[in-house]
């Protein structure tokens, strides 16, 4: 994942694997497994901080729909990914895929994504 920005209380990533065009990941600054463990206002914060990136995510990219993931097995983090889905995009229509390994972009590319994020937030 490549770092986007600070937010309340969460940092904003993109993943590197861009199958979902703009796919990012809300993770919470401080360390939390699950969302009861957050105190009222630091769980309406971030989920503050989840509906800024989306709205973000709807501006630059104009998606069909949003996903919200809020999967963690194995990483005992708080966190939720946050998937843009187009109706004529990879995987419209069904659960999305956590890692396709389909499509990466340049340096120079993640770097336009970013910025483009970033002017919406």
């Known amino acids: 994942m490549i770092k986007v920005a600070d937010l309340k209380v969460s940092q904003l990533f993109l993943f590197k694997e861009q199958s979902y065009t703009g796919r990012l990941n809300v993770v919470y600054k ?34 069909d729909k949003i996903n919200y993931g809020a999967f963690s097995d194995t990483l005992s983090h708080l966190h939720i990914h946050i998937v843009p889905k187009y109706k004529d995009g990879y995987g419209f229509g069904s659960v999305f895929e956590m890692n396709p390994q389909k499509t990466y972009l340049s340096d120079a590319e993640y770097n336009v994504v970013i910025d483009k994020i970033k002017a919406n937030l």
Request: charged share 30%; aromatic share 12%; hydrophobic share 40%.
């Open 30 to 63: 401080d360390h939390a497994v699950e969302f009861y463990e957050l105190s009222d206002e630091q769980r309406n914060l971030f989920m503050e901080d989840v509906a800024t990136t989306a709205k973000a995510i709807a501006k630059t990219f104009n998606p």
